[in-house]
């Protein structure tokens, strides 16, 4: 009888443990993702990253800040092939300034930003975060064609929102 | 009776069992219990399928969001606000740009880029600065450190910078101070303060961040206390002689103070922190810079605040005029607590009173406590810190003014960030309230050519050109005098809610204000930066008036911050509205009322630089006339360079 009652026992604590356990990681995530304000982006993003699952929230802001930077590198690469076909000398240089926007999100931001969160020094990674949206925005607008949208239209949103939901998980760290 | 079970015992007829009884009987229940834990782990493995196959409607869901993008305008990030506590306007000097909707990135070119760099600012010669560190006067020599990155113009591989001056304004270059070369700082140099010891010895305490992101407090030393310009430090061999004590998170812990006496003869220290929202300032006694004993509790905390950074902590006498050696209390002597508020990205500062015997200090008005109340500077500063100037017996204040640009632009001009120019700190004797700051005198000898304009009369309305030369590198010394008939005859308002950071800027014209001048502004007004006051009148009759920086206008950029700053400022009866202005290409620091609010901003005009930046009077009040009476000099520069054969 005994036996079986501590093995209850013992089952009982190992179904918690397990449930609490399961359930608190994604708990996590949609606990922080509530506090961004692309909560499905937030969301979608995190969870398509194995990482996730047993990340803090230090770890979920070093697995968005990677993948605006693997969407930069995809926008970046888009606009590069745009350029070697463009024949149009204002789309030309509205492609340039949108160089120099991704390459300084990708080669200053997005690195500043894993840094200072790795550093625990979060205050410079909401910073660069910030910065890296602002360059997306920036990007978009130097193109004349308004009010539709550029021909890197959703690689500069994507871009955008993803370092707006970065800003807001690195201000939880502060 | 017919036995209905045969399976069953037949019990007694006392209802008594025996052991081979409750064997038999306890079957069908070890039946149901193992039923029981069958389903379980059935349940158990279904919920770890479910888990790992992750819910397919968050697919369908995104692909909705996408289908409903229409519009080129990105959902305005200026909404977002950051979960911790923060005014309304601009977490961070790189905050989301107020008008970034619809103006494409401005193409910088180098006349424009290299315009911004400033004159008589210190700055290294290239990369990334942030903090000040343990500035010192030492045989004959005043002594800065500073937050570094040897490597690139952003934060990162953070060492100590260090130059020298005689006059703090005239900057020499050293080596590098301190390198990231141990366990115990390999993740950073951070900030620290030095301590001058009563034979003369320096010892340096900084932050550094261990190998494995732990924040920890260290010991250096000058390596040679006879070498005047200290070039060479040395770090305790046993370092770090702090970790963060229990209850205190590993990355909560940094930035130590300058060391003050306790009656008893202790050093003593404090270090910020914060615990769940609330920000803290731990106090310690040590004998040796060594071995420390953590006082049980607090100098202070203020709920809600967050983490305090760069706290600092010092006396000001309430009636002299002359600042205070660090160890210094007693009669007349407040106190004052300093945090800079990693959540908000300001330093507040409150005034209040120290209790030694306890290691406490209360400020004298709670409403205005540390992180709630009064700040250094309502523009960009941040970090600050000050140091006890010995040499000329000041409390001096130095202040890190962070890049307001793209970081884009940044990394194309090569460095970002300056430090403010060194200033004086007192108690502001009339007010009571206040802390009144001003430029330390020294940059007086960078005056050149000057102008006096006398009782210039400008009409509600109306803008005055002002003749001096060149307008880049400037120091102007302004006075306002109002009709007292016009502030009379305003008709008060309830409307209460005037705040510089939320206003129109110098375009909203009210009845007794905006009124000002228009620095870095071009002749067509195309780029401008007003400094202003703007005046309110209450329904009581009760004037207020406000001090404001308005960078909406500054330049044609898109891709720079152009936000407002200022706050209230308290003028007295009988006092006359006073600006102080120092220009330096792209840094403009901005005093009122001696010094009682302060505004720092950068500027990048695309127009109003070089040869074609101009100065301007402006009166935009509708019912008001000013008269203005202002001296201008031309400023040279620092010449801040190398120091020679070094």
Redesign the interface.
């Known amino acids: 009888?005994t036996k079986?009652i501590s093995?209850?026992i013992l089952?009982a604590v190992f179904?918690f443990t397990?449930?609490t356990v399961?359930y608190s990681d994604?708990n996590l995530i949609q606990t922080t993702c509530k506090?961004t304000?692309?909560y499905?982006?937030c969301?979608?993003t995190l969870?398509s990253d194995p990482r996730s699952s047993t990340a803090d929230v230090s770890g979920l802001a070093r697995i968005v800040a990677d993948s605006v930077k693997a969407k930069a590198i995809a926008t970046l690469n888009q606009i590069s092939a745009l350029l070697n076909s463009v024949k149009d000398p204002t789309l030309e240089k509205?492609l340039e300034?949108c160089i120099?926007?991704y390459?300084?999100i990708i080669?200053?931001?997005i690195?500043?930003a894993i840094?200072?969160i790795?550093?625990?020094?979060?205050?410079?990674a909401?910073?660069?975060a910030?910065?890296a949206?602002?360059?997306a925005?920036?990007?978009?607008?130097?193109?004349a064609e308004?009010?539709?949208?550029?021909p890197i239209?959703?690689g500069?949103?994507a871009v955008?929102?993803l370092s707006?939901v970065l800003?807001?998980i690195a201000?939880?760290l502060? | 009776m017919a036995d209905i079970n045969p399976l069953l015992p037949v019990s007694s007829s006392d209802g008594s069992s025996n052991l081979t009884g409750q064997a038999t009987c306890?079957r069908p229940i070890?039946v149901v219990?193992s039923i029981f834990?069958g389903l379980?782990t059935v349940g158990?493995f279904a919920?770890?399928l479910i888990?790992n196959n992750?819910p397919v409607d968050?697919?369908d869901?995104?692909e909705n969001?996408?289908g409903s993008?229409a519009?080129?305008a990105?959902?305005k990030?200026e909404?977002?606000k950051?979960?911790?506590r923060g005014p309304a306007a601009g977490?961070?000097?790189?905050?989301?740009?107020a008008f970034?909707?619809?103006?494409?990135?401005y193409?910088w070119n180098n006349s424009m880029l290299s315009w911004q760099r400033t004159a008589f600012h210190f700055q290294p010669e290239k990369n990334w600065m942030n903090d000040p560190n343990g500035p010192l006067f030492y045989k004959g020599w005043y002594h800065f450190f500073y937050q570094y990155n040897p490597n690139?113009p952003?934060?990162?591989d953070i060492v100590w910078g260090h130059a020298v001056s005689k006059d703090l304004i005239h900057w020499l270059h050293l080596p590098l101070a301190m390198v990231a070369d141990q366990w115990y700082d390999k993740?950073?140099v951070w900030t620290g303060s030095a301590t001058i010891l009563h034979d003369g010895k320096i010892v340096m305490l900084y932050t550094g961040?261990t190998t494995e992101?732990v924040?920890v407090q260290n010991l250096a030393y000058p390596a040679d206390q006879y070498d005047p310009l200290l070039v060479h430090w040395v770090k305790y061999p046993r370092n770090p002689v702090l970790v963060p004590p229990p209850g205190i998170g590993?990355?909560d812990f940094r930035d130590p103070t300058t060391a003050w006496l306790t009656s008893e003869g202790k050093w003593r220290i404090t270090i910020g922190s914060k615990i769940n929202k609330t920000g803290i300032a731990l106090v310690y006694d040590t004998k040796d810079f060594i071995n420390y004993e953590m006082l049980d509790g607090l100098l202070h905390a203020v709920p809600g605040t967050?983490?305090w950074e760069c706290v600092d902590f010092f006396p000001v006498s309430e009636t002299e005029n002359n600042g205070l050696e660090t160890s210094i209390n007693g009669h007349g002597i407040k106190h004052v607590v300093k945090a800079s508020l990693?959540?908000d990205?300001h330093d507040y500062y409150a005034i209040g009173t120290y209790n030694d015997r306890n290691g406490t200090w209360i400020p004298d008005r709670p409403n205005i406590d540390v992180g709630i109340g009064l700040r250094y500077d309502y523009g960009i500063y941040y970090a600050a810190k000050t140091f006890y100037d010995q040499n000329k017996k000041r409390r001096v204040l130095w202040g890190w003014i962070g890049e307001s640009d793209?970081?884009?632009a940044?990394?194309?001009k090569g460095w970002a960030s300056v430090q403010s120019i060194p200033r004086t700190i007192l108690f502001d004797k009339k007010t009571g309230t206040h802390l009144l700051q001003w430029p330390v005198e020294e940059i007086d000898s960078l005056r050149l050519k000057g102008k006096e304009f006398n009782q210039v009369r400008i009409q509600a309305g109306s803008v005055v050109p002002l003749d001096i030369d060149s307008a880049t590198q400037l120091d102007i010394i302004a006075e306002f005098k109002i009709d007292s008939d016009a502030l009379d005859k305003a008709t008060g308002s309830s409307d209460a809610s005037f705040d510089c950071v939320t206003s129109g800027g110098a375009a909203e014209r009210g009845a007794l204000g905006p009124f000002g001048l228009l620095v870095l502004a071009d002749e067509r007004l195309s780029e401008q930066t007003p400094v202003y006051f703007y005046m309110t009148k209450g329904s009581d009759g009760n004037l207020k008036t406000f001090f404001c920086s308005d960078q909406s206008q500054s330049s044609k950029a898109?891709?720079v911050d152009k936000h407002i700053y200022g706050s209230l400022v308290p003028v007295l009866r009988g006092e006359n509205l006073s600006i102080r202005i120092l220009v330096d290409h792209s840094i403009i620091e901005s005093f009122g009322q001696g010094g009682r609010t302060v505004i720092t901003s950068r500027v990048y005009p695309t127009k109003a630089i070089h040869g074609a930046a101009k100065v301007f009077l402006f009166n935009n009040a509708t019912e008001l006339n000013v008269t203005a009476s202002l001296k201008t000099w031309q400023m040279n520069s620092a010449f801040i360079q190398p120091y020679p054969n070094l």
């Open positions: 009888m079986i093995l209850f089952e179904c397990f449930f399961s994604i506090k304000p692309f499905d982006l969301v979608l969870k509205a300034g120099v926007s390459n300084t080669q200053a931001d690195p500043v840094d200072a790795e550093k625990n020094n979060p205050k410079f909401v910073q660069s910030t910065d949206g602002n360059e925005q920036a990007c978009e607008n130097s193109f308004k009010p539709s949208n550029s239209f959703s500069n949103k955008h929102d707006v800003q807001s201000s939880l502060l | 306890r070890k219990v834990f379980l158990l919920a770890l888990r992750g968050y697919v869901v995104h969001e996408r993008l519009s080129t990105f959902e990030a909404n977002l950051p979960v911790s977490v961070s000097e790189k905050s989301n740009w970034g909707g619809d103006l494409p990135d193409p690139a952003v934060w990162g993740n950073g961040s992101g924040q590993p990355n967050g983490m990693d959540d990205r793209s970081e884009a940044d990394v194309k898109s891709d």
